[in-house]
Structures are given as structure tokens and as C-alpha cells.
């Protein structure tokens, strides 16, 4: 059974920095794509940065491009996201994803994933 766990959220001032983690256990098979997606109140929820395991590839939605990276590591089989120059906007509940099927690297940031964290909170103040 695939398990997700986000740690790592916090309340930070605008310009500051947050790493976020997540600890994924019970994968059966190779995992194509893992991210990070955040919801703010009353907004839908959006992909933040995605990654695909072992590989190269790594996406991430225009707002956050430079500010953000996405990483993979595998001896731990932990997923980060680290966050710097933090804005305001960037206050949400932060969740990990991750999915077996290839097809999500077509659209790494809108596939629906199958398997998903508790989330974590991350709230920035200006």
C-alpha cells in the first residue's frame, strides 16, 4: 500500500525559505511521476512542481520557476521541494503526489494522480 507523508510546512515571511518532504513507502512498481500541489482557500488546487523518479525531467507552474526545486532521493525515498524567496501567494496546503502510470508525463502538473499525501501547511506572511 502506497504511503505518503508531507513534513516540513511552517509559517515563514515573504523572502524566507521552506524545504518541504515527503516519505514514500510501499511502492510496487516504478513510479513515473512524483509532485508537489498546493490549495489555497477557496482556489483549486494547483501543481506546483513534478519529477519523474530517477530521471531528468522535472516541471514546474510559471510562478514558482526559479524559486523552487523539485528532488528526488532515492536511497531515502524522500521527495523535496525546496522553497526560497517565498511570497505570499504562495501560502497553501502543500501536497505530495505520485502515480504509476506513464501517461502523467504528458501532463505532469494536471494528471490525476492516484496516490496522495495528508498535506502539509505553508503560510507566508509580507
Known amino acids: 500500500q502506497v504511503q505518503l507523508e508531507e513534513s516540513g510546512g511552517d509559517s515563514a515571511q515573504a523572502g524566507g525559505s521552506l524545504r518541504l518532504s515527503c516519505t514514500a513507502s510501499g511502492f510496487a512498481y516504478r513510479v513515473y511521476c512524483m509532485g508537489w500541489f498546493r490549495q489555497a482557500p477557496g482556489k483549486e488546487r494547483e501543481g506546483v512542481a513534478v519529477i519523474s523518479p530517477g530521471g531528468d525531467d522535472s516541471y514546474y507552474t510559471d510562478s514558482v520557476k526559479g524559486r523552487f526545486t523539485i528532488s528526488w532521493d532515492g536511497a531515502k525515498s524522500t521527495l523535496y521541494l525546496q522553497m526560497n524567496n517565498l511570497k505570499p501567494e504562495d501560502t497553501g496546503m502543500y501536497y505530495c503526489?505520485?502515480?504509476?502510470?506513464?501517461?502523467?508525463?504528458?501532463?505532469?502538473?494536471?494528471?490525476?494522480?492516484?496516490?496522495w499525501g495528508q498535506g502539509t501547511q505553508v503560510t507566508v506572511s509580507s
Open positions: 503526489a505520485a502515480d504509476y502510470n506513464r501517461r502523467c508525463l504528458l501532463e505532469p502538473l494536471l494528471f490525476e494522480y492516484d496516490y
